[in-house]
């Protein structure tokens, strides 16, 4: 492949003209891009009027993107030195190489498709069509999906909810289901979608409007021995009171009738009070168990009875679905006292290198899940907490770019990801938040999450161990220590090993804990002592 096309103005672009490449793909290749040497920040993106807007903020829009239609593929790189020209060049030339030895059977079938008609014809037997294109043309392609017979994972984000409700309409009348739009993850029949790990199969079936929640939930049961039937997401506005949890509802009807599933649990995250009532009303007469974590939704006006249990956060839903499954009671939720007691010492010799000005926690997240539950355990903790978005009993942050006492921020937000790939892939947008906190001679905790799993960058605990280094250097070089927390989600399925990223975690540093709730207890004593 040559140069041509690019124009060397310290910012290279390349466009690739009708060519289409789903989101998840390009947010790898945008990942696989930012570490090359010399490579300053860089955007992979379909030359929608939206993606060119965000390149526009980024400061990386081009006269050529500007050009490019919706069906182009545009490749902004900024780059410091001609050396990183050849080395870009190279990684564009493998990404788009056709991989003749991948022997993926549905690949070769539906290989030359222009239509999820044709790729029906070719796959009779399929039924169900993951979208990820942009927003502007998903619903379009979900009705057609829906339209030949097909449940639908739409990946897709940025489609207004006028049109989430009418395919979801479309859906209830065909009996089928719409997971989505800006669905994140699911796991169909052991088959993971989107950003998902790898879990056994079992009897345990999960409803979620929250994708980092249903991992960690996932993995967590995994864990302790237990396993998943279906893992079913919803996208993250199904319990909004206009769309009324739609999907939510359907899919908890499928898990009641799946002889499989013998125990339910129900994830959330900003949902609508009263839709979440009628999410209750619907499981209390089934006959399974029926656990629940409804984050900012407490307490709920509907008393739970019988079979339904609720649970005060993700550790304890795992936890009480594995007991009950198991015929057992509901344990207690692990609560600041039970830290305390398990661990105290070891806290106060690791907060005891501290200087006296420190004293603040930053806690950089990538799952909103996490930010949602650190933002109602965490205030219960320590005074002055300020989130962006604003969550739970934490204040609103007004500008994100700028931490005030202790903050917890979800990097995953529209905020920090326009022009990026989510921090999950691509972590260097939180590398260097983590780098401007440390610098901060009052910060004494920076809390961190890493996600492993499908979509996920493939390395980030190596990843981040190297900034840890870094960020410890600077702390120690002040006189003081800096205690890094971190949760770690995944299994010892996943691609990355979880055993294997724990310890590089743990040699680097951190304190790393099984689960979001813990880190985010831990962190917050940590603050407090």
Not at 103 to 116: F, H, N
Not at 142 to 168: C, Q, R, T, W, Y
Not at 304 to 311: D, I
Request: charged share 25%; glycine share 10%; net charge negative.
């Amino acid at each position: 492949m040559s140069g041509q096309g690019f124009k060397f103005m310290r910012l290279l672009s390349h466009i690739r003209q009708r060519t289409y490449q789903d989101s998840i793909k390009l947010m790898q290749f945008q990942a696989l891009l930012s570490g090359v040497p010399g490579v300053v920040d860089c955007g992979v993106a379909m030359a929608t009027p939206a993606n060119k807007a965000q390149f526009e903020q980024a400061g990386i829009l081009t006269d050529e993107m500007r050009k490019a239609d919706s069906n182009d593929l545009c490749i902004v790189v900024r780059v410091d030195g001609e050396d990183a020209v050849s080395r870009v060049l190279e990684k564009i030339e493998r990404h788009f190489q056709p991989n003749s030895d991948s022997g993926d059977y549905l690949d070769e079938v539906v290989a030359g498709a222009k239509s999820i008609s044709t790729a029906v014809r070719r796959v009779p037997h399929a039924n169900l069509a993951v979208i990820s294109v942009p927003g502007d043309y998903a619903a379009f392609e979900a009705m057609n999906a829906l339209s030949s017979g097909l449940h639908v994972f739409l990946f897709s984000d940025n489609v207004p909810v006028e049109d989430e409700i009418e395919l979801k309409s479309l859906a209830d009348e065909k009996d089928l289901l719409v997971m989505g739009p800006d669905c994140g993850t699911s796991i169909i029949s052991g088959v993971g979608l989107g950003f998902s790990n790898r879990v056994r199969r079992g009897k345990i079936g999960i409803v979620a409007a929250a994708g980092s929640g249903m991992q960690e939930a996932s993995c967590l049961i995994h864990r302790m021995g237990e396993g998943i039937s279906q893992a079913i997401g919803t996208g993250g506005r199904d319990l909004s009171g206009r769309v009324g949890g739609r999907t939510f509802l359907r899919a908890l009807d499928a898990l009641a009738a799946d002889e499989q599933t013998e125990l339910l649990v129900l994830i959330s995250k900003h949902c609508d009070e009263e839709v979440a009532q009628k999410i209750l009303e619907r499981v209390e007469g089934t006959e399974k168990p029926v656990v629940f974590y409804f984050s900012g939704v407490s307490p709920l006006s509907h008393a739970c009875s019988g079979k339904l249990y609720e649970a005060r956060h993700l550790e304890h839903l795992a936890a009480t679905s594995v007991a009950l499954l198991r015929g057992e009671g509901q344990p207690e939720a692990l609560d600041s006292k039970a830290i305390l007691n398990e661990m105290g010492a070891r806290l106060s010799a690791k907060a005891a290198g501290c200087g006296e000005r420190q004293k603040y926690l930053r806690a950089l997240l990538c799952g909103g899940s996490f930010v949602d539950q650190a933002c109602t355990i965490i205030p219960s903790l320590l005074e002055g907490v300020y989130a962006y978005p604003a969550a739970g009993q934490a204040h609103s942050l007004e500008d994100p770019l700028v931490s005030r006492g202790h903050t917890i921020l979800d990097l995953g937000e529209d905020y920090f990801t326009r022009g990026r790939a989510h921090p999950m892939i691509d972590p260097s947008i939180r590398n260097e938040r983590i780098l401007r906190e440390a610098a901060d001679p009052e910060v004494k905790v920076i809390l961190l999450d890493v996600v492993l799993g499908y979509g996920a960058h493939p390395d980030p605990a190596g990843n981040l161990a190297k900034v840890m280094a870094e960020a410890l250097s600077l702390a120690r070089a002040r006189g003081g220590e800096l205690c890094v927390v971190v949760s770690l989600c995944g299994t010892e399925e996943d691609v990355q090993g979880y055993d294997t990223q724990r310890d590089m975690l743990t040699a680097a540093g951190a304190l790393v804990t099984e689960s979001s709730t813990r880190a985010a207890l831990i962190a917050g004593l940590l603050a407090a002592r």
